[in-house]
């Protein structure tokens, strides 16, 4: 039975269920970009004795994403800006009643981060529901694209509700890079209480490079600088995410990649006589709805061929038919058809 929390990309645990290496397993549970930039780094070179410091850094990054370094803050990882944000919106509300509304499915972090810091959760089945109302004063999370079915929404509607209902609200953007929408960062001087998440590992294919920004206005970043610890990120983070910024050929590369990746994936699932339902996506993954056969018994299928898929029954509002399956090198991609057309 899956864990409340628990996400894809356990490789560890998978290969020796199937009793293999590492590099064996074909993970198509995780959401990261199956496209490397170059990089030009020898990280033998980096001086790690002194503290780091991330003037440049920081620079860097806010001229990526087209804000001031006072409008961003980083993490290690955007589940770390994830919790720090819960912790510090309860801590400006301590003692008194705090609601979050999370538009679900949704990164599971969300919720957990909501339970620990004892916030009144009420979800929104995205689905179905995305008209109803929010309660006033509410803490509003919206991962756009979404996940894990990579819908991208029209967020200027929803923000202008929210902001009548005087609502904080952030906009978790982590996948934004793979699709041809433009970031709500716009919006940051019209509503002053917008936060947005991005990932800097995701698109970049480098999850083990930890590192995440919320984006806000100056006077909100500095209140939730005032909480956070002097060093937190490694020279090593720091340098490989400034590395990759500079790879100017990426984007297309990237996006040729999953598109070709794409194509051929939804063509397979779509003739496919276990598959009830695609869900549209603009994102690296792509949400279905299994027929005659669980996400567990799909599972049990793929094993043999050394394939992980994300079994979708733990997200708010899916079921035990949902499954994810990220979007990978075509060669990654063809073992599937042993099972979805056998």
């Given at each position: 039975?899956?864990?409340?929390?628990?996400?894809?990309?356990?490789?560890?645990?998978?290969?020796?269920?199937?009793?293999?290496?590492?590099?064996?397993?074909?993970?198509?549970?995780?959401?990261?970009?199956?496209?490397?930039?170059?990089?030009?780094?020898?990280?033998?070179?980096?001086?790690?004795?002194?503290?780091?410091?991330?003037?440049?850094?920081?620079?860097?990054?806010?001229?990526?994403?087209?804000?001031?370094?006072?409008?961003?803050?980083?993490?290690?990882?955007?589940?770390?800006?994830?919790?720090?944000?819960?912790?510090?919106?309860?801590?400006?509300?301590?003692?008194?009643?705090?609601?979050?509304?999370?538009?679900?499915?949704?990164?599971?972090?969300?919720?957990?981060?909501?339970?620990?810091?004892?916030?009144?959760?009420?979800?929104?089945?995205?689905?179905?529901a995305m008209d109803e109302e929010v309660a006033q004063?509410?803490?509003?999370?919206?991962?756009?694209?979404?996940?894990?079915?990579?819908?991208?929404?029209?967020?200027?509607?929803?923000?202008?509700?929210?902001?009548?209902?005087?609502?904080?609200?952030?906009?978790?953007?982590?996948?934004?890079?793979?699709?041809?929408?433009?970031s709500a960062t716009g919006y940051l001087a019209q509503?002053?209480?917008?936060?947005?998440?991005?990932?800097?590992?995701?698109?970049?294919?480098?999850?083990?490079?930890?590192?995440?920004?919320?984006?806000?206005?100056?006077?909100?970043?500095?209140?939730?600088?005032?909480?956070?610890?002097?060093?937190?990120?490694?020279?090593?983070?720091?340098?490989?995410?400034?590395?990759?910024?500079?790879?100017?050929?990426?984007?297309?590369?990237?996006?040729?990649?999953?598109?070709?990746?794409?194509?051929?994936?939804?063509?397979?699932?779509?003739?496919?006589?276990?598959?009830?339902?695609?869900?549209?996506?603009?994102?690296?993954?792509?949400?279905?709805?299994?027929?005659?056969?669980?996400?567990?018994?799909?599972?049990?299928?793929?094993?043999?061929?050394?394939?992980?898929?994300?079994?979708?029954?733990?997200?708010?509002?899916?079921?035990?038919?949902?499954?994810?399956?990220?979007?990978?090198?075509?060669?990654?991609?063809?073992?599937?058809?042993?099972?979805?057309?056998?």
């Amino acid at each position: 039975m899956m864990q409340t929390f628990q996400h894809g990309g356990d490789i560890t645990t998978f290969a020796k269920t199937c009793g293999c290496s590492l590099d064996e397993v074909i993970d198509l549970s995780s959401n990261i970009n199956f496209v490397k930039p170059h990089i030009d780094v020898d990280f033998n070179t980096i001086d790690i004795a002194p503290y780091p410091n991330y003037d440049s850094l920081y620079q860097n990054i806010a001229d990526h994403y087209g804000v001031l370094t006072e409008q961003m803050e980083l993490f290690n990882g955007g589940s770390a800006g994830i919790f720090s944000l819960f912790a510090h919106m309860r801590g400006r509300h301590m003692g008194l009643p705090l609601r979050c509304t999370i538009y679900a499915p949704a990164y599971l972090e969300y919720k957990k981060a909501a339970n620990r810091f004892e916030y009144e959760l009420h979800i929104i089945d995205r689905f179905n529901a995305m008209d109803e109302e929010v309660a006033q004063g509410s803490f509003v999370i919206f991962v756009n694209p979404a996940t894990p079915d990579g819908a991208f929404y029209d967020i200027q509607p929803l923000l202008k509700k929210w902001h009548n209902r005087n609502c904080t609200v952030l906009i978790d953007e982590s996948f934004i890079e793979f699709t041809p929408h433009t970031s709500a960062t716009g919006y940051l001087a019209q509503y002053p209480n917008l936060f947005i998440l991005k990932s800097l590992t995701k698109y970049w294919g480098a999850a083990g490079i930890r590192m995440g920004a919320l984006l806000s206005s100056a006077q909100n970043i500095a209140a939730l600088r005032q909480r956070e610890p002097l060093w937190k990120l490694s020279a090593f983070d720091a340098a490989y995410i400034q590395a990759v910024l500079q790879d100017e050929s990426f984007a297309k590369r990237s996006e040729a990649a999953n598109q070709e990746s794409r194509d051929y994936l939804l063509a397979l699932l779509k003739k496919s006589p276990l598959i009830k339902r695609i869900y549209p996506s603009e994102a690296n993954f792509v949400l279905v709805e299994l027929q005659g056969i669980t996400a567990e018994e799909l599972q049990e299928r793929l094993t043999p061929y050394r394939v992980m898929v994300r079994n979708c029954e733990n997200f708010d509002t899916l079921g035990k038919y949902h499954v994810r399956i990220a979007l990978k090198e075509l060669k990654k991609l063809q073992p599937l058809k042993e099972v979805f057309h056998a």
